[in-house]
């Protein structure tokens, strides 16, 4: 038994080690460092922009009609943009250019649009480096410009602007294609459960302690997007005065991918990572090992299993210890980890 939990515990590491998600990682640093962003409020725009590896990106889709809206979608003349299956919705008057390097922006009129004070980007998630949290809004020194990304689909949505409360209103809208469109056009302060937070006007959020800790306070929050997720998550602080709240619970979901239909926890989400899909806590991408619970679907390609296939073994990493399987379907590899042991083998049997 120790032998395969030490086999379980090197492929782990080996998965995290070789998985070209520079998202992954790169999310998950961030969300360690949002609290010393909190502190510093006002800092260079410059530390917070994305920074395209490479001197090209090249986008091959154009802005085309976006889903219909679950959610009220922003009103006063707005416009859906989209690449790949990232949506967003930015102002009517916002036009697209393509600036050097093939990159295509949304900016508003009078701006310059590759180089102005206003702009909304989509960049590929495995293609560039992020470094602070997603939902983090951070100001210029000089105060004249906002900037932040959240998730959107298979990439990510930067966008920066003078006014603060349009930035987050723009992020606000970023998701897959079918997902709902959430209104940030009006913000409330919420609490409950020791915890504060801000939201958006009518949707549907959930924060509860436990979960991801960030700066020291572990918390799960559901939204109806991983973005507008990233954003509320980046307002939560303690306060132990706060009580009420929503139900927590053990409350559950489906969620689906390439065919397959998984029952997980509630405050679980699919994820799109680049180079793998998970379903896993929190708003960001993180590599598959015994740190986190999760759902991986995998490259089978490329998966070098150090156990037999439907085995459930124990696994370790960083003093963390948990349970893992995995199972092939189709062309994934797809990789459990849980505390609990039937838990693992409860979601590999709905693989099959």
């Not at 460092?33 to 994305?50: I, T």
């Not at 949304?106 to 206003?118: F, K, V």
């Amino acid at each position: 038994m120790r032998d395969a939990e030490e086999r379980v515990s090197t492929i782990l590491a080996a998965v995290a080690r070789q998985a070209p998600t520079p998202a992954a990682g790169a999310l998950a640093d961030g969300a360690r460092r949002r609290g010393r962003v909190r502190r510093q409020r006002r800092v260079l725009v410059a530390v917070v922009l994305l920074v395209v590896a490479g001197s090209a990106v090249l986008w091959g889709s154009r802005p085309g009609a976006g889903p219909v809206a679950h959610d009220p979608r922003p009103t006063g003349g707005w416009q859906t943009i989209a690449q790949g299956d990232a949506r967003a919705e930015v102002p009517a008057d916002w036009r697209e250019v393509r600036c050097e390097g093939g990159t295509s922006r949304w900016a508003p009129p009078g701006d310059e649009p590759c180089a102005g004070p206003s702009l909304a980007t989509f960049l590929g998630t495995d293609a560039v480096t992020l470094t602070v949290g997603p939902g983090v809004l951070v100001r210029s020194d000089v105060g004249t410009a906002w900037t932040g990304y959240v998730p959107a689909g298979d990439r990510a949505l930067h966008v920066t602007g003078a006014d603060r409360d349009l930035v987050r209103r723009v992020l606000a809208t970023a998701r897959r294609d079918g997902d709902p469109v959430v209104d940030g056009s009006a913000w409330e302060d919420t609490a409950g459960r020791g915890l504060r937070w801000e939201q958006p006007r009518g949707a549907a959020v959930t924060v509860c302690p436990g979960g991801t800790a960030v700066d020291g306070l572990a918390v799960t929050v559901r939204a109806p997007t991983p973005a507008v997720t990233a954003l509320v998550r980046a307002t939560v602080r303690a306060d132990p005065s706060a009580t009420g709240g929503a139900p927590c619970g053990g409350d559950e979901q489906v969620v689906t991918y390439d065919g397959v239909r998984l029952t997980v926890p509630g405050a679980w989400s699919r994820k799109d990572c680049g180079a793998y899909v998970q379903v896993t806590p929190g708003p960001e991408c993180v590599g598959p090992s015994a740190d986190s619970e999760g759902v991986w679907f995998l490259d089978d390609a490329t998966f070098q299993p150090a156990t037999a296939e439907g085995e459930v073994s124990r696994a370790e990493a960083g003093g963390r210890s948990r349970w893992s399987g995995f199972v092939r379907q189709g062309r994934h590899a797809v990789l459990v980890v849980r505390d609990d042991r039937d838990a693992v083998a409860a979601l590999l049997d709905q693989v099959r």
